[in-house]
């Protein structure tokens, strides 16, 4: 793995395109993320790219970048468009993090619009689910989405916290995960015919594409719905609720984000790892950023690595346990090493990169108390009418 001590002046490329990283020397940003730039840099159409002090590389395309083009390419959305995180205010005032991860419902069981009829959490969809996709309806997902309890732990900016209706040791609920199967099934339609191509007809790709956008945002209402009352709470409206797997038609191009929030004057939660803080920001960039920031603390290792390392470095029992104190309910001990904290970059430095270069402003950082990443079927401890409940759904082959 090689580093690239990143520059925040704009690269030309061989066509007409720029390629900017908004990082600084201390940042850890791989070559081959920034060679991935410069390769999306030189399609047809594209006007500028934007990498975030989060970059690291994808399949294909870098993650952490917002890319601007006259010409459409869904492949630098990739598959999970939609994707998104969201922040709901959680009204219980004390809350024991032990007696909260046993009480989290099972995530990785679908709700069934006609056999879960009944479930509370339906109250907060309105209208029909877009697209009438059903599968995975309520689920989290795996690889880097999650569900988490955290608690506001400094205040940065207490003006713009204030306005939220945020203040110091307010819980919030925190819900990262996209459209699930939907942007996969669209992202598989074009490629089987065009590759990574550019798409044939932009305006179908983007009603198809809209619609899964607005299915990843219905879903992180009905994740946090089903935990909030199975904690006792009542659900709330998210108070940030950002996309950052999605293509916008701006200024007559086509904005690409992909592992990018909206920055456009807009709220972003900027996750950081299961062992860290994260940062709320007020998002103010521009267009030499392409009106983006950062979405998260960025990989540092790929998972392969991950892997390797975590089981060498770290025991199961140390990441269930975080060194803020917080759980991690993960039942997939793999997945666990993969997203090992120390897989990621240091949250910190990604928030410093977006100040210095005059991207984004935090208002607030949360710690966390509990992060839910997979049902854990050893240490199960939900209700027993739950459980069986449960239970007797898998033994007629749903999920």
Not at 342 to 350: L, S
Request: proline letters at 6%; hydrophobic letters at 40%; one cysteine or more.
């Amino acid at each position: 793995m090689s580093q690239q001590k990143s520059r925040p002046e704009s690269a030309p490329t061989a066509g007409s395109a720029t390629v900017t990283v908004f990082a600084s020397a201390r940042s850890w940003i791989e070559s081959d993320a920034v060679d991935q730039c410069h390769q999306v840099a030189a399609l047809d159409g594209m006007r500028s790219v934007a990498g975030m002090p989060d970059l690291h590389p994808g399949k294909g395309a870098p993650i952490g970048a917002a890319m601007t083009s006259t010409v459409l390419y869904p492949f630098l959305v990739g598959s999970d468009i939609g994707c998104g995180i969201a922040v709901f205010p959680v009204g219980l005032k004390r809350v024991v993090p032990e007696q909260v991860a046993r009480r989290f419902p099972d995530l990785d069981i679908a709700l069934d619009p006609e056999r879960d009829a009944d479930d509370p959490a339906w109250a907060v969809v309105d209208g029909e689910i877009p697209a009438g996709h059903l599968e995975g309806l309520g689920t989290v997902g795996r690889g880097n989405h999650f569900v988490e309890l955290a608690r506001i732990q400094t205040v940065l900016d207490p003006g713009h916290t204030a306005r939220l209706g945020l203040a110091a040791d307010d819980l919030v609920l925190i819900v990262h995960s996209g459209s699930r199967g939907l942007g996969e099934r669209i992202l598989r339609a074009h490629t089987e015919r065009h590759g990574a191509g550019p798409a044939a007809d932009p305006a179908g790709y983007l009603e198809l594409h809209d619609a899964a956008v607005r299915w990843g945002s219905v879903n992180r209402r009905l994740l946090a719905a089903r935990v909030l009352h199975a904690l006792g709470a009542k659900p709330t409206e998210p108070i940030v609720d950002q996309c950052h797997n999605l293509v916008e038609v701006r200024d007559g191009a086509y904005l690409h984000r992909k592992g990018a929030a909206p920055g456009d004057g807009r709220d972003v939660l900027i996750a950081g790892t299961r062992g860290t803080c994260s940062y709320l920001v007020a998002a103010h960039s521009g267009p030499q950023a392409n009106f983006s920031v950062a979405h998260g603390a960025g990989r540092k290792m790929s998972r392969a690595d991950a892997l390797r390392r975590g089981r060498a470095k770290h025991t199961v029992e140390e990441l269930r346990r975080t060194p803020v104190g917080s759980l991690v309910v993960c039942g997939d001990r793999q997945l666990l090493f993969e997203e090992a904290p120390t897989a990621y970059k240091r949250i910190e430095q990604v928030i410093a990169d977006l100040v210095e270069h005059g991207l984004a402003t935090p208002a607030a950082t949360t710690v966390p108390l509990v992060t839910y990443k997979t049902v854990d079927r050893g240490g199960d401890a939900r209700p027993a009418g739950r459980r069986d409940r449960h239970d007797h759904r898998r033994g007629r082959g749903r999920s």
